[in-house]
């Protein structure tokens, strides 16, 4: 059985378009990024494979490809729209009736991609929100969401390793822009597939400097 066509909204999985920037928000908060495009796969085997079929077909970068819990594999890729979108259609294509969940992102916001490929970006530490997941997906639909909606910075994305396949973002501002960005992302996912959110109005000093797990 293919797998359906990739677009901006997964199938099973978040079931949301990504949310539209807001209206007067600052510009630095809504600078696209490069595309993004996930794969996930029942198998790890398969799930190697899908990769190899990805950047075979074309010049994408892997940001992430690796098991998640229950034995399941995701792929991560970042590129130009076009590439990324004929990179999707190939790992779709090798995952067969294997895949899981897809995610297209034609204008991701700019910080994903680097805090995928594990290059943290130093902040100060204000108020602190956190989205926990059921999916993978829904981790990435809810962290491009939030950090289009307000001026935050976007602190960890862990996506389904060691946390049976569920997936969660930490980010941080000043709390006005936390809320906002806090309630966008929870908007951009199907309610079923979020765990909780929560607040940290002013985090102790001592967990500022654990945030980053």
Known sequence: MAAPPATGVPSGSAGRAPAAPPSGTGESAVLPGPALGIVETQSIARGVVCADAMVKKAPVTILQNHPVSPGKFVVVIAGQVAA?????????DAALHLIVDRLFLPQAHEQLAPLLAGHSRPAVIGAVGIIETATVVA???ASDAAAK???????????????????YLTLTGELPDVEAAMAAGV?????????????IPAPHDDLRTRLIF
Not at 85 to 91: I, K, L, P, S, V
């Open 187 to 199: 908007a951009a996912i199907a309610p079923a597939l979020l765990v909780l959110s929560e607040i």
């Open 149 to 167: 909606a307000a001026h935050i910075d976007l602190l960890e994305m862990r996506l389904g390793q060691g946390i049976g396949g569920k997936g």
């Open 84 to 92: 990324v979108e004929e990179a999707m259609r190939a790992g779709e």
């Open 139 to 141: 981790t990435v639909l």
